[in-house]
């Protein structure tokens, strides 16, 4: 849906010169699909300052088994957003 978009960002290489910021990735409907669409990495959070005044540690998330709760594969996110 975006990939044009997402493509033109990738070419501002100014952009992606700033510390914690990721390149995003266009998603792939067909390669989603077919299961060959390699998920990046997630952005590594910046360092905390060093008197220790950054965000304390984040809790561990809770593996739900509620259908509405449960997370989501970006194939499970495709098959919901795409409707065929």
């Known amino acids: ?3 044009e978009d997402i493509n033109r960002l990738l070419k501002m290489d100014e952009m992606w010169k700033v510390h914690g910021r990721v390149k995003p990735v266009a998603l792939d409907v067909e390669s989603i699909n077919d299961g060959s669409f390699v998920t990046p990495p997630l952005r590594n959070p910046p360092a905390p300052p060093a008197n220790g005044a ?3 540690k984040p ?3 809770n ?6 709760q449960q997370e989501l594969s970006v194939k499970d996110n495709l098959d919901l957003f795409v409707d065929r």
């Open 1 to 3: 849906m975006f990939n």
């Open 59 to 61: 809790t561990p998330v």
């Open 63 to 68: 593996q739900s088994t509620l259908k509405d």
């Open 54 to 56: 950054g965000p304390s």
